[in-house]
């Protein structure tokens, strides 16, 4: 795995273009597994999550052109509804391809997708949804098959607003037959892009982005054209490393109102925070008060952020205290924090962090893909020089971060 290493206490200044959303493209593309027609979809992310979902369509017999970042998904009569365990083992979002494939073909074999650092990452909620549909489901070697030869439409009711299980169930739910209903749905912008980009192939969803979304079964959906959304995730990221370096950044192709509570927060801080039509422009200052963060479903505050916010609150005026309310093991990176100087303290998903007038650079090590991002915003703060090892996780979600934090003026190498 590649190592990073920062030379810290450099502000951050210049703009940057946010890439397409990895958490829109992912679904979307699975999505391209419904129809029989060539679907085109722009401003795909190149980063290796896509990669990976690539090789999966493929696998299925899904070939997708790629032209730059715009994939063309061409039509296939015939689809092998498989997905095997040495891809879902690099890509925890496969599973999206279950309800697709399922619709599609009236039978899905997809190797359980397994946890990750962050969380046992459970399906108990997907395939609860797909029986109320009419699949049945087994599970053997580590394989889930689903079956059902027509699935039907029905009121699904979700114990938490899972993201992944209210896009797989709303795509198995647009070839169902008659009204399906998703109630307590996770509202994220992602899952909007997901009915847009349905409903141009034909669908008939209503209400995404509440907590009930309908969705009137059709017989069939025909190919279409759909551009992703910005990623909200990485424009938050490079807007807290402004912010923590003390720097000024502007970020071009950013839909702000997706970043209402990170915004929210950062002005908290004392951070200056602008937004013009697509841009947003952090300005920081080099002493910010501390504030409290609780992570819940959209619209609260994002759990893909926590790590990149605490990060800069080690450094905050006064104590701040994050809570983590969607996995029960996204404190990974306090350890290494504290290596770096910090003053935290946890107590299961609660951590206490007393801010510091200064990190000095140590060796860290990366565990996933959002706490190396955190990681990296704690050396460009340091004192010092900081190496990041494990820093492979980053290529799953961001496109060319080191020259891009590189053309902010940070000092920053990657060594392979
Ligand atoms: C999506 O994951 C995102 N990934 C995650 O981003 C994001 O952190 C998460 O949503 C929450 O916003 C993609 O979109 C590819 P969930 P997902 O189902 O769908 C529990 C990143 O860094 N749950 O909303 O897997 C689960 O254990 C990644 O880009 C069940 O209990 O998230 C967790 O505690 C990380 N049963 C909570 O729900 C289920 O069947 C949220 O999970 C499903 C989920």
Same mark, same amino acid.
């Given at each position: 795995?590649?190592?990073?290493?920062?030379?810290?206490?450099?502000?951050?200044?210049?703009?940057?273009?946010?890439?397409?959303?990895?958490?829109?493209?992912? #679904?979307?593309?699975?999505?391209?597994?419904?129809?029989?027609?060539?679907?085109?979809?722009?401003?795909?992310?190149?980063?290796?999550?896509?990669? &990976?979902?690539?090789?999966?369509?493929?696998?299925?017999?899904?070939?997708?052109?790629?032209?730059?970042?715009?994939?063309?998904? !061409?039509?296939?009569?015939?689809?092998?509804?498989?997905?095997?365990?040495?891809?879902?083992?690099?890509?925890?979002?496969?599973?999206?391809?279950?309800?697709?494939?399922?619709?599609?073909?009236?039978?899905?074999? +997809?190797?359980?997708?397994?946890?990750?650092?962050?969380?046992?990452? #459970?399906?108990?909620?997907?395939?609860?949804?797909?029986?109320?549909?009419?699949?049945?489901?087994?599970?053997?070697?580590?394989?889930?098959?689903?079956?059902?030869?027509?699935?039907?439409?029905?009121?699904?009711?979700?114990?938490?607003?899972?993201?992944?299980?209210?896009? &797989?169930?709303?795509?198995?739910?647009?070839?169902?037959?008659?009204?399906?209903?998703?109630?307590?749905?996770?509202? !994220?912008? !992602?899952?909007?892009?997901?009915?847009? %980009?349905?409903?141009?192939?034909?669908?008939?969803?209503?209400?995404?982005?509440?907590?009930?979304?309908?969705?009137?079964?059709?017989?069939?959906?025909?190919?279409?054209?759909?551009? +992703?959304?910005?990623?909200?995730?990485?424009?938050?990221?490079?807007?807290?490393?402004?912010?923590?370096?003390? *720097?000024?950044?502007?970020?071009?192709?950013?839909?702000? !109102?997706?970043?209402? #509570?990170?915004?929210?927060?950062?002005?908290?801080?004392?951070?200056?925070?602008?937004?013009?039509?697509?841009?947003?422009?952090?300005?920081?200052?080099?002493?910010?008060?501390?504030?409290?963060?609780? $992570?819940?479903?959209?619209?609260?505050?994002?759990?893909?952020?926590?790590?990149?916010?605490?990060?800069?609150?080690?450094?905050?005026?006064?104590?701040?205290?994050?809570?983590?309310?969607?996995?029960?093991?996204?404190?990974?990176?306090?350890?290494?924090?504290?290596?770096?100087?910090?003053?935290? $303290? $946890?107590?299961?998903?609660?951590?206490?962090?007393?801010?510091?007038?200064?990190?000095?650079?140590?060796?860290?090590?990366?565990?996933?893909?959002?706490?190396?991002?955190?990681?990296?915003?704690?050396?460009?703060?340091?004192?010092?020089?900081?190496?990041?090892?494990?820093?492979?996780?980053?290529?799953? *979600?961001?496109?060319?971060?080191?020259?891009?934090?590189?053309?902010?003026?940070?000092?920053?190498?990657? %060594?392979?």
């Amino acid at each position: 795995m590649p190592t990073i290493e920062i030379k810290g206490k450099h502000p951050l200044f210049g703009t940057i273009a946010v890439q397409g959303s990895k958490n829109a493209a992912l #679904p979307i593309l699975a999505a391209t597994l419904l129809c029989d027609d060539d679907c085109k979809v722009n401003n795909i992310p190149p980063i290796s999550d896509i990669s &990976n979902m690539q090789i999966l369509l493929s696998a299925t017999g899904k070939q997708i052109k790629q032209q730059s970042q715009t994939y063309l998904c !061409e039509a296939s009569k015939e689809i092998s509804p498989f997905a095997s365990y040495d891809i879902t083992n690099r890509l925890r979002a496969s599973f999206l391809v279950a309800g697709p494939l399922l619709a599609r073909e009236g039978y899905a074999e +997809i190797a359980h997708p397994g946890g990750c650092p962050i969380g046992a990452r #459970p399906i108990d909620l997907h395939l609860k949804g797909f029986s109320k549909l009419g699949a049945s489901i087994h599970t053997k070697n580590g394989y889930i098959s689903l079956k059902a030869n027509k699935l039907k439409g029905n009121k699904i009711y979700l114990d938490f607003p899972s993201v992944g299980a209210t896009e &797989n169930l709303m795509m198995a739910a647009t070839l169902a037959k008659g009204t399906t209903l998703i109630e307590n749905a996770a509202a !994220e912008p !992602e899952i909007i892009d997901l009915a847009n %980009f349905l409903n141009e192939m034909g669908a008939q969803i209503s209400d995404a982005g509440t907590d009930t979304i309908k969705i009137e079964g059709v017989s069939s959906l025909h190919g279409g054209e759909h551009t +992703i959304i910005p990623d909200r995730i990485e424009a938050g990221t490079y807007m807290l490393a402004a912010a923590a370096t003390g *720097g000024k950044v502007t970020l071009t192709n950013v839909m702000s !109102e997706h970043l209402t #509570p990170v915004i929210a927060k950062l002005k908290e801080t004392g951070t200056n925070v602008t937004m013009k039509d697509t841009t947003v422009t952090v300005e920081g200052k080099s002493s910010y008060r501390a504030v409290d963060i609780k $992570t819940l479903p959209y619209p609260g505050f994002p759990t893909d952020l926590q790590a990149q916010f605490c990060a800069m609150l080690c450094c905050a005026k006064g104590t701040s205290i994050i809570t983590e309310t969607i996995f029960e093991n996204r404190f990974m990176h306090i350890g290494e924090f504290k290596r770096l100087g910090a003053k935290i $303290t $946890t107590e299961g998903r609660t951590a206490v962090i007393e801010g510091t007038p200064r990190l000095n650079g140590a060796q860290v090590c990366a565990s996933d893909l959002r706490a190396s991002a955190a990681l990296i915003i704690a050396g460009l703060m340091a004192e010092g020089t900081t190496t990041v090892s494990d820093s492979g996780h980053l290529l799953r *979600g961001y496109h060319n971060i080191v020259e891009n934090f590189k053309s902010l003026g940070a000092q920053i190498e990657l %060594f392979s």
